[in-house]
C-alpha cells in the first residue's frame, strides 16, 4: 500500500541546473498538489491539478512547472535553479468530490533539495 | 483572503501532561478544517478533521472542536506521550485548495 511515492528523496543541484521531481499515487485520487516547506513558513503551494488535464498556479509558483502526465503522475520541474528554491518538496493527492468536498489530503515523504 | 493562524512553538511538556495547541482561522464560507502531524523525515499525516460548525473531530486521544463563533479550532490531549513529540499543522480547506498554518513543534519529555 504506497499511498504517494516521491523521487528522488534528496538532492543537490548547483546554481543553474534544471532537475524533474517525480510524483505517483495509487489511491485513483483526482488532484494532486506540490508544496514546498521552509522553517517558520509552513506549506505553500506551488501547483495544483484538480483533475486529470488541469494544472492550476498556486501561492508561489514562480521558478518551476508542473505535468500532470496521467491520473497517477504529476511532476514539478526546475528549469534553472536557484539557491532560493532549496526546500523539502511535498506531493499530495486528494479525493475530490467538488468545490464543498471534506476529503483529507495524502502526502508523499518529501524530497529534500539542496542548491549550491 | 483564507489564512490559518497557530501558535508558534516549541511546546516542552511533561508526559501526561494537557496539551493545548491554538488554531484560528480566516475563510469566506464554511471550509473543512484539519489537524495534521509530521514525525521527523516523514511527509504530513493526517490526525483528525471536521467539516461543520460543532463538529468533534478525534483520533488517537487528540480532540479539537469546529467553532464558527470564534472561529477556532483548537487541538486538545488529556495525556500526552514522549511519542507524541512531533510537528502539527492545523489546515482548512476551500475550494481546492488547502491552507496550512505555520506548524507548531511539541516535545515531549519522559
Known amino acids: 500500500n504506497a499511498g504517494v511515492t516521491q523521487t528522488p528523496k534528496f538532492q543537490v543541484l548547483k546554481t543553474g541546473q534544471s532537475m524533474t521531481l517525480q510524483c505517483a499515487q495509487d489511491?485513483?485520487?483526482?488532484?494532486m498538489y506540490w508544496y514546498r516547506q521552509d522553517p517558520g513558513m509552513g506549506l505553500r503551494l506551488i501547483y495544483y491539478s484538480a483533475s486529470e488535464g488541469t494544472t492550476d498556479k498556486g501561492e508561489v509558483p514562480n521558478g518551476y512547472n508542473v505535468s500532470r502526465l496521467n491520473k497517477r503522475e504529476f511532476s514539478l520541474r526546475l528549469e534553472s535553479a536557484a539557491p532560493s528554491q532549496t526546500s523539502v518538496y511535498f506531493c499530495a493527492s486528494s479525493e475530490e468530490q467538488g468545490q464543498g468536498s471534506n476529503q483529507p489530503q495524502h502526502f508523499g515523504d518529501g524530497t529534500r533539495l539542496s542548491i549550491l | 483572503g483564507n489564512s490559518v493562524t497557530q501558535m508558534e512553538g516549541p511546546v516542552t511538556l511533561s508526559e501526561e501532561a494537557f496539551l493545548t495547541i491554538n488554531c484560528t482561522y480566516t475563510a469566506t464560507g464554511y471550509p473543512s478544517l484539519f489537524w495534521y502531524v509530521q514525525y521527523p523525515g516523514e511527509g504530513l499525516q493526517l490526525l483528525l478533521k471536521?467539516?461543520?460548525?460543532?463538529d468533534k473531530g478525534s483520533n488517537k486521544g487528540f480532540e479539537a472542536t469546529y467553532r464558527k463563533e470564534t472561529t477556532s479550532f483548537h487541538l486538545e490531549k488529556g495525556s500526552v506521550q514522549v511519542s507524541d513529540s512531533a510537528v502539527y499543522f492545523c489546515?482548512?480547506?476551500?475550494?481546492?485548495?488547502?491552507?496550512f498554518g505555520t506548524g507548531t513543534r511539541l516535545k515531549v519529555l519522559a
Open positions: 471536521a467539516t461543520k460548525a460543532d
Open positions: 489546515a482548512l480547506r476551500w475550494n481546492y485548495k488547502y491552507i
Open positions: 489511491m485513483n485520487h483526482n488532484s
